[in-house]
């Protein structure tokens, strides 16, 4: 496969919504590393649909099949997280790559036997946490380690959604119940925190409060109501290994103010990144943001990006899919070179883990040390 595309099959892209349609489907078809060659839909009249309107050989209203087509090399999982570990241990056993969205799985246990049949199969692997791809996040960790702002003291972020907040549609009614695995600290909260973990490094201990102020929800399209155990609130304080002190505030439910910010102190200055349209909805995976910086006293301004940090081929599209294409850039050198590239399933178990210790000290009210 040294010259040849890698052929991609991708589990839920209908042409009618969905993030596979919206972000998977462009970011891949503005590279030219990879073909897609099958796409699989819960039914076969839209897989069709799906496959007519992109031009897609191969069409499945059964993943399983999809999974087994000699015409695939790389499986790629855009559905629910309920389905993530089913479907992603039926690709692996079928040999192929595998890029799955996060979470991982519903809980650790199933992203643990995902990376560990992917290891053992010596497949190539990869995890949907797109923040590592972001240029503004890259930046910042690049100004970090450069000693822009010195000695980093101090970090805080915020981030709003408007999920968990007073309604659901039906399609994101699962999410009520944490058991589902799709919840604000799981999801919102997973990529979150990674983002900040990959900028400063990891937590050495913490404590948190993971909170429900919603045990009821309503349905937006019948006006019914159903239970919500899922949290729609998260306040994380501790300690990073390099010293500095964090703290993360997840908040379900849309509000005006801010919805998204995340700062870091230093001995020397200040960075700040902050939605580029502080009107629209922000989702820390895919949104555009600005970065802010300030040395020296000065006022808090905005720092350009090098064009050497847009990496994608300027046929790849501005919003949802570059962050993709990027993640998937990465997955095609690790094939091509046979060795492992960020951020792989062992990320994945890492960040599973920690959001685990998170969950645990809300739960016994104990600071935990990692």
């Known amino acids: 496969m040294a010259t040849e595309r890698i052929r991609v099959g991708i589990i839920g892209a209908n042409v009618r919504n969905g993030w596979g349609r919206d972000a998977h489907i462009p970011g891949l078809s503005a590279l030219p590393e990879f073909e897609i060659t099958a796409v699989s839909t819960s039914r076969q009249e839209t897989a069709d649909e799906t496959a007519k309107h992109f031009g897609i ?65 010596g497949v190539h692997h990869m ?85 429900n102020q919603r045990q009821q929800i309503k349905i937006a399209e019948t006006g019914e109501t159903i239970q919500m155990n899922s949290p729609n609130q998260v306040l994380l304080s501790g300690v990073l290994h390099s010293g500095a002190i964090a703290s993360v505030h997840l908040k379900g439910g849309f509000v005006k103010g801010t919805g998204f910010l995340f700062e870091i102190h230093g001995t020397e200055g200040d960075l700040a990144i902050v939605p580029a349209d502080p009107r629209q909805e922000t989702y820390i995976q895919v949104s ?37 294409a990027r993640l998937y850039m990465r997955m095609a050198e690790g094939i091509r070179e046979g060795k492992s590239v960020s951020p792989d399933f062992d990320v994945a178990v890492k960040r599973h883990q920690l959001l685990d210790v998170i969950q645990k000290a809300s739960d016994t009210g104990i600071r935990q040390i990692l």
């Open 57 to 121: 050989p191969h069409a499945f209203a059964d993943p399983y099949k999809m999974v087994q087509h000699p015409d695939v090399d790389l499986v790629s999982i855009c559905v629910r997280v309920p389905f993530h570990h089913q479907l992603g241990m039926a690709a692996l056993n079928a040999g192929k790559h595998l890029y799955c969205e996060w979470p991982l799985g519903a809980n650790t246990e199933q992203a643990q036997e995902m990376r560990d049949l992917a290891v053992c199969n």
């Open 127 to 211: 995890v949907g946490l797109q923040a590592r791809g972001a240029r503004e996040f890259n930046r910042v960790k690049d100004l970090v380690a450069e000693g822009y702002i010195g000695k980093v003291l101090s970090c805080t972020m915020i981030v709003t959604t408007p999920t968990w907040g007073t309604e659901f549609t039906l399609d994101w009614a699962y999410m009520a119940d944490r058991s589902n695995g799709n919840t604000l600290l799981t999801s919102v909260g997973g990529h979150s925190i990674d983002a900040l973990c990959f900028c400063l490094g990891e937590f050495k201990e913490l404590s948190s409060v993971v909170a």
């Open 288 to 324: 555009e943001f600005t970065v802010r910086g300030s040395r020296g006293g000065k006022p808090m301004a905005d720092l350009s990006i090098p064009e050497r940090y847009r990496w994608v081929p300027p046929a790849v599209p501005a919003g949802l899919p570059f962050n993709v």
